[in-house]
């Protein structure tokens, strides 16, 4: 009985010992899990995506509008800065930050009207933002250097405006009429300037309800001379230049969604302000290569400060610009002018599609996030990420050629 009971139980031993064999490694391969921490769901996903059910997805692109032209009516041609938005029937909004005006288009991209015009009076601009929209389907364009938001109807009519009370970008109204944006505070003394980065929840005051993320950095000042100047626009450049920056963005149900790249996480936020959810992804590093400082030095060749500096000028910023050895852990481009771009977006199904490499003029590499946080596609494609947006079942962006803006829209199909 004894030599029967030694052989049953070692068996039992066994069969447990390869069932938890089986499933260790089942859980190492897919190394995914959702685990509470307080209050707030840690979604941690793979290096690689794990589809529920199938193999792994990716969305084709093919483009079937594009509104701009190199020359001929100037009622289609853009400045080297814009943005654009879309409204729920389709029509074009593009904010020109240089012409300091908002041209609409219809969904086959005809003009239809110009609203708004340089000046400092109602209905003015000093600079502009992206169009948005608010709960009642007004236009709202928020200006930092006026430091006023501006509301209109569809026909360009001007309504009202509110003043700002600081320096806020991307803002957004949600369906409650609260606001969700990045504040922006510089304090200089005199050997140091410091830049405060808060991404807030306030009410129709500005009133802070919520505190999202705060980021604090400092630039030295060391001096005024020609090689002090020099010194500053390079700490200036080093701030930007492959750092990982903060991205915002809001979701239809009015959740939060906040990005810092430092790490692979995205922090997702209730309407009131809460942490809610953290979405995690392991990944390798990718390194910052000779090809990403050539086209960092090709880009700030091309801004308005460095276009009429002396060459030798430029020469010894561009030596003393501190390349990272890698890039952010989500999108790999970071530069002048990186208001424009965002890492990631969103999709009316709730998948986050997030940029996790660029190459400009060449690739781009998305990560694809379904509405649960679950990491389910990976793909190369040739589309353009400035600006880029998912709308009404099609996809839009900013395409630069030669120098020339177009706006783009893109039938989207999601393929296996």
Do not use: C, W
């Given at each position: 009985m004894r030599k029967?009971?030694?052989?049953f139980f070692l068996g039992m031993v066994c069969t447990l010992t390869i069932t938890v064999f089986f499933l260790f490694t089942s859980y190492t391969q897919e190394n995914f899990s959702v685990q509470k921490l307080g209050d707030v769901e840690v979604v941690s996903n793979p290096k690689h995506p794990i589809p529920k059910e199938g193999p792994t997805k990716k969305i084709v692109f093919k483009e079937d509008l594009s509104i701009g032209t190199v020359e001929g009516d100037e009622n289609y041609m853009f400045s080297g800065t814009i943005s654009f938005n879309t409204d729920e029937d389709g029509n074009f909004y593009v904010s020109d930050m240089e012409a300091l005006r908002i041209q609409k288009y219809s969904p086959e991209g005809k003009y239809l009207l110009t609203i708004g015009r340089k000046g400092q009076g109602p209905?003015?601009?000093?600079?502009?933002?992206?169009?948005r929209f608010d709960r009642e389907d007004y236009l709202y364009i928020c200006d930092v250097t006026g430091r006023k938001v501006s509301f209109f109807n569809k026909e360009g009519e001007f309504l009202k405006q509110i003043k700002m009370p600081g320096a806020y970008e991307n803002l957004y109204i949600n369906s409650k009429g609260l606001m969700v944006a990045n504040k922006y505070e510089q304090v200089m003394s005199e050997n140091a300037l410091t830049m405060l980065s808060t991404a807030e929840?306030?009410?129709?005051?500005?009133?802070?309800?919520?505190?999202?993320?705060?980021?604090?950095?400092?630039?030295?000042?060391?001096?005024?001379?020609l090689s002090a100047r020099i010194q500053i626009m390079a700490n200036m450049i080093n701030l930007v230049v492959f750092q990982p920056q903060e991205f915002l963005t809001l979701a239809r149900n009015d959740s939060i969604y906040f990005g810092h790249p430092e790490k692979y996480e995205i922090d997702i936020f209730s309407p009131e302000g809460k942490p809610v959810r953290k979405i995690i992804r392991d990944y390798d590093p990718v390194p910052v290569s000779k090809k990403d400082k050539a086209?960092?030095?090709?880009e700030l060749s091309q801004q308005e400060?460095?276009?009429?500096?002396?060459?030798?000028?430029r020469i010894k910023v561009f030596e003393l610009i501190k390349y990272p050895k890698y890039k952010p852990a989500y999108q790999g481009f970071t530069l002048i002018q990186s208001g424009l771009n965002q890492s990631f977006t969103l999709m009316e199904n709730g998948w986050l599609a997030l940029i996790a490499d660029y190459r400009k003029g060449e690739y781009a590499i998305f990560d694809i996030f379904d509405e649960d946080?679950?990491?389910?596609?990976?793909?190369?494609?040739?589309?353009?990420?400035?600006?880029?947006?998912?709308?009404?079942?099609?996809?839009?962006?900013?395409?630069?050629?030669?120098n020339y803006k177009f706006v783009k829209r893109y039938r989207i199909t999601l393929q296996e």
């Open positions: 029967r009971s030694i052989i209905g003015e601009f000093q600079s502009l933002s992206v169009i929840l306030l009410d129709k005051n500005f009133t802070q309800i919520a505190e999202l993320h705060r980021i604090k950095r400092e630039m030295a000042l060391p001096g005024r001379d086209d960092i030095v090709e400060n460095f276009v009429d500096a002396p060459e030798e000028f946080g679950r990491y389910i596609a990976n793909f190369k494609t040739t589309v353009p990420v400035e600006g880029l947006f998912f709308k009404n079942g099609k996809a839009y962006a900013i395409s630069t050629h030669e």
